[in-house]
Nanobody
Framework: QVHMVESGGGPVQAGGSLRLSCTSNYKSNYMSWFRQVPGKEREAVAASSPVGTVIYYADSVKGRFNISRDVAKKIVYLQMNSLNSEDNAMYYC???????????????????WGQGTQVTVSK
């Protein structure tokens, strides 16, 4: 059974930074970070191929967020800088054996999910 656990969320002031971590027991292949706010669909913010040769960032986070991986430790990180109120969301990590099908990853691309960690950005 695959277990994935996110950590690192919490309150932060606008302009600040957070680093999310996702630890799993899955031999990670394609990893992604998604976020969701109530009433909206879950959206991908960043994704990475097994060795980082293919990277995706949502336009809204390009230049501010960075996805990285420690393959040996099976950890994927999301460094988030210059946070603003639009980044308020529950953040989820996701994993799967194959690359996402379209330009932007969608939830159906990933069979394994963590429980999420809340990021709250205050003005």
């Amino acid at each position: 059974q695959v277990h994935m656990v996110e950590s690192g969320g919490g309150p932060v002031q606008a302009g600040g930074s957070l680093r999310l971590s996702c630890t799993s027991n899955y031999k990670s292949n394609y990893m992604s970070w998604f976020r969701q706010v109530p009433g909206k669909e879950r959206e991908a913010v960043a994704a990475s191929s097994p060795v980082g040769t293919v990277i995706y960032y949502a336009d809204s986070v390009k230049g501010r967020f960075n996805i990285s991986r420690d393959v040996a430790k099976k950890i994927v990180y999301l460094q988030m800088n210059s946070l603003n109120s639009e980044d308020n969301a529950m953040y989820y990590c996701a994993a799967g054996p194959t690359r996402w099908q379209s330009v932007a990853p969608v939830p159906a691309d990933f069979p394994y999910w963590g429980q999420g960690t809340q990021v709250t950005v205050s003005k």
